[in-house]
């Protein structure tokens, strides 16, 4: 996750406060995905962008995640994600972004 990013998400946390923000990850591969997940609820692990040493226990999800689906209009699925739905592993994404939520998010939906 660029340091850009990683700041305006930190800007989100302290305006709203972290119990009101959610990060929704649409990462192409699993590794990236725990990564930037890490990134946003236990800090940055690379100690390199505003999150370092920053756990804003953010809650972060996949966009494949069963619970983010549900919430989008299906029109708007079909036209913008279902074609990487079908071309990336989604079980394996959401999988590793919810081990890390599960481990480090403070918060829920």
């Given at each position: ?64 995640e069963s619970e983010i689906r549900e919430e989008c209009d299906p029109a708007a ?31 829920a939906l």
């Open positions: 996750m660029d340091l850009q990013n990683q700041q305006r998400i930190k800007d989100a946390a302290e305006k709203f406060g972290a119990d009101k923000v959610v990060v929704i990850l649409g990462s192409s591969d699993a590794e990236g995905a725990e990564i930037y997940a890490e990134t946003v609820s236990n800090g940055d692990p690379t100690y390199a962008g505003p999150l370092a040493g920053v756990s804003l226990g953010l809650p972060v999800y996949h966009i494949f699925w079909e036209e913008q994600i279902s074609m990487m739905e079908m071309v990336l592993e989604p079980d394996a994404l959401a999988a590793a972004v919810k081990g890390i939520r599960e481990q480090y998010s403070k918060n």
